[in-house]
């Protein structure tokens, strides 16, 4: 996967609190081009209905329904999907969901609440990580 220079990068943030979909949208939209969905099934339905391909995913773990667990590995068992970056954002502080993320290979692991510029600074290095990996 090749990402033109010039292309604005594409994010999807998946997390039941509206306000922090909303949050994370007006602090990165000037950056990014944001998707957000508030559950698993909406953010399936987002990928398979408008065929995004994000640069980069936010998941929050506790949600009603499909957890972030259920979500990752759904995304992570689809070849469009399979190979795109996810951050682990959620309240969950503890070492053995750290490492579990870690262990299956999430890009990161960010414990809420958290600081907005620190956010932004690791959402960079990891989109920039991952398109020096893809390039050609």
Request: aromatic content about 8%.
């Amino acid at each position: 996967m090749t990402y033109g220079a010039n292309e604005k990068k594409r994010i999807l943030v998946i997390d039941d609190d509206t306000i922090f979909l909303t949050t994370a949208e007006l602090f990165l939209k000037d950056e990014y081009e944001m998707y957000k969905a508030n559950s698993g099934e909406e953010a399936m339905k987002l990928l398979n209905d408008q065929k995004i391909v994000p640069h980069l995913i936010m998941l929050d773990i506790l949600m009603p329904n499909m957890d972030g667990w259920q979500i990752y590995n759904k995304l992570k068992a689809l070849n469009d999907y399979k190979e795109i970056p996810v951050v682990f954002l959620t309240s969950m502080n503890e070492e053995t969901e750290k490492k579990r993320a870690q262990k299956i290979g999430a890009a990161d692991y960010i414990t809420k609440p958290f600081n907005l510029t620190d956010l932004r600074s690791r959402i960079k290095k990891i989109i920039l990580s991952t398109a020096m990996t893809n390039k050609d």
